[in-house]
T-cell receptor, first 114, second 110 residues
Framework: EAGVTQFPSHSVIEKGQTVTLRCDPISGHDNLYWYRRVMGKEIKFLLHFVKESKQDESGMPNNRFLAERTGGTYSTLKVQPAELEDSGVYFC????????????FGPGTRLTVL | GEDVEQSLFLSVREGDSSVINCTYTDSSSTYLYWYKQEPGAGLQLLTYIFSNMDMKQDQRLTVLLNKKDKHLSLRIADTQTGDSAIYFCAEKAGRRALTFGSGTRLQVQP
């Protein structure tokens, strides 16, 4: 079974540019989460989808971040315009709705804003 | 809000046991997790424990939970150089999202 995949693995952009991160969850997982780790600090929750619906977006830092999950499969996270403080590693995780709801993480996308 | 604390760094010699500690504040936590991140890799789920348990063992890993003190530990027996990584403690309460600590970097010296 394929795990959670993320694309790209690295992205280097200039301040003011736009970047779109993609996450493909494990097949059959309706829960999809985005997290971010900034500057070696703790990993912080951004938002949670159940299928195509945003269940909880309380962790989104501001309106420069837009997440979508059209069709309830893969998800994208767009940062527009990017700021220096957006640099960090963005993780995606997925889980099944039933059972222990254990979250399985992707390898992350390292975003550097110059 | 919820808070999870971990020490930043631990160094052990190969063959010794490693104990990584974590404290959390949310008394309604239902699950507690340990994730491992190797250099350049994503987060790998190592193990988890239900809040109504006080111990779980899985091969070289032993998780101890003191719910009264809100203290979680991960013991790695016979630590190997391949265990060098960052270990994250995480908890989940009513909401489905995880609350993570800052991670403990484990360095295993040969």
């Amino acid at each position: 079974e394929a795990g959670v995949t993320q694309f790209p693995s690295h992205s280097v952009i200039e301040k003011g540019q736009t970047v779109t991160l993609r996450c493909d969850p494990i097949s059959g997982h309706d829960n999809l989460y985005w997290y971010r780790r900034v500057m070696g600090k703790e990993i912080k929750f951004l938002l949670h989808f159940v299928k195509e619906s945003k269940q909880d977006e309380s962790g989104m830092p501001n309106n420069r971040f837009l997440a979508e999950r059209t069709g309830g499969t893969y998800s994208t996270l767009k940062v527009q315009p990017a700021e220096l403080e957006d640099s960090g590693v963005y993780f995606c995780a997925s889980s099944q709705v039933v059972g222990t709801d254990t979250q399985y993480f992707g390898p992350g996308t390292r975003l550097t804003v110059l | 809000g919820e808070d999870v604390e971990q020490s930043l760094f631990l160094s052990v010699r190969e063959g010794d046991s490693s104990v990584i500690n974590c404290t959390y504040t949310d008394s309604s936590s239902t699950y507690l997790y340990w994730y491992k991140q190797e250099p350049g890799a994503g987060l790998q789920l190592l193990t988890y424990i239900f809040s109504n348990m006080d111990m779980k063992q899985d091969q070289r890993l032993t998780v101890l939970l003191n719910k009264k003190d809100k203290h979680l530990s991960l013991r790695i027996a016979d630590t190997q150089t391949g265990d060098s990584a960052i270990y994250f403690c995480a908890e989940k309460a009513g909401r489905r999202a995880l609350t993570f600590g800052s991670g403990t970097r484990l360095q295993v010296q040969p």
